[in-house]
């Protein structure tokens, strides 16, 4: 079931390559997928590799690493079957769709990057695009509405957020809320500005939250760039909060980069033409991806009426995991899309 988006992968042909140091799989579809005996190894599905959970339980303390396979073949087109070297009373097996999910070949992976590609809106029917004739401007005169995301002080930051509209008097002037998708910034940045986004994505900015004055007091500062990139390059996390960033603590001959870098993002944050605007009524409850969307509040005047919300976090690793559990089993098994909580995937 966790593998139903490739239920349909069938062998047609299985070698050894490499003096056995790799097998290789012929798809039903005509594509070539190479294993490493190390990487089968990790992965068998025989009831000793495997425990009730389906988790592995091998103990690499006890297996050659520089074992090789010394036979590999199919039982009818249904599962691979490989011995080992150091190891031959032990008959490694492996489900066709298991292999073809978690197949590390160019074309797989590619596949499932593009499956898991965040889409970016550009429509103007569910966000509103605004004229920004003269961004820097907007820039400075929007800085005191501080899009952001919350927590970023944490080594995880909250992933799904809820906030609800107790109460928003008619009366208040002002208050609406805003909302940018920062990855899509990021990439923007990436190609309009590739050398500040690479500073961005080198340096570590400081994330403070520090406070001694109240009952509670914590103390809480984090190291990280605001752009994390995995090994192909994908954007996995962006961190954003101008309002709890902290002193800098880098590399003086980085510093004047930093400050370069850090100025074009929060000019594009500011001044995105995709921002989606809204003033939430009483009952309103409005809920999206902390790890990924900016939220704002235009001022309001706390003398006209009164503005009540509250809010509260779902983790993102748990929302995620019930995704790809609904689709695989209610749905056409499509992998989730990437939500941006720095996973390499
Ligand atoms: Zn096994």
């Not at 087109?77 to 097996?93: E, F």
């Not at 007091?217 to 990139?229: C, E, G, N, T």
Request: glycine share 6%.
């Amino acid at each position: 079931m966790s593998y139903a988006r490739f239920a349909g992968a069938r062998i047609f042909g299985v070698s050894v390559l490499d003096g056995g140091k790799n097998v290789e799989i012929q798809w039903n579809n005509g594509t070539h997928s190479r294993y490493h005996s190390m990487w089968l190894r990790q992965s068998c599905h025989c009831p000793s590799c495997r425990q009730s959970s389906n988790l592995p339980s091998v103990n690499f303390h006890d297996v050659d690493v520089e074992a090789v396979i010394v036979h590999a073949g199919t039982e009818g087109d249904k599962v691979l079957t490989v011995t080992w070297s150091d190891d031959p009373n032990h008959t490694g097996v492996f489900p066709p769709p298991f292999l073809k999910r978690y197949s590390y070949s160019d074309r797989d992976r590619e596949e499932r990057k593009e499956e898991m590609n965040m889409v970016f809106n550009t429509s103007a029917k569910t966000f509103d695009v605004r004229d920004t004739p003269n961004p820097v401007n907007v820039a400075y005169s929007e800085q005191r509405l501080q899009l952001h995301m919350d927590q970023t002080p944490y080594e995880s930051p909250p992933g799904i957020q809820f906030l609800h509209c107790l109460r928003f008097d008619k009366e208040v002037q002002g208050g609406d809320s805003f909302f940018v998708d920062v990855f899509h910034v990021a990439e923007t940045l990436r190609t309009t500005h590739p050398e500040e986004f690479h500073s961005l994505v080198r340096i570590p900015a400081t994330f403070d939250n520090t406070f001694y004055t109240r009952d509670a007091q914590f103390h809480m500062v984090y190291q990280r760039p605001h752009i994390a990139l995995n090994h192909d390059g994908k954007i996995v996390g962006v961190t954003w909060h101008p309002g709890m960033i902290g002193p800098l603590m880098t590399k003086e001959e980085d510093v004047e980069d930093y400050y370069r870098a850090y100025k074009c993002m929060a000019t594009m944050v500011n001044t995105f033409p995709y921002q989606y605007n809204c003033r939430l009524e009483e009952g309103d409850l409005i809920t999206f991806n902390n790890r990924r969307i900016l939220h704002g509040r235009h001022h309001y005047d706390a003398k006209s009426g009164h503005r009540h919300l509250q809010g509260c976090y779902v983790k993102i690793d748990e929302f995620k995991s019930q995704v790809q559990v609904y689709t695989n089993t209610v749905g056409d098994g499509k992998l989730a899309t990437r939500v941006g909580n720095l996973d390499w995937q």
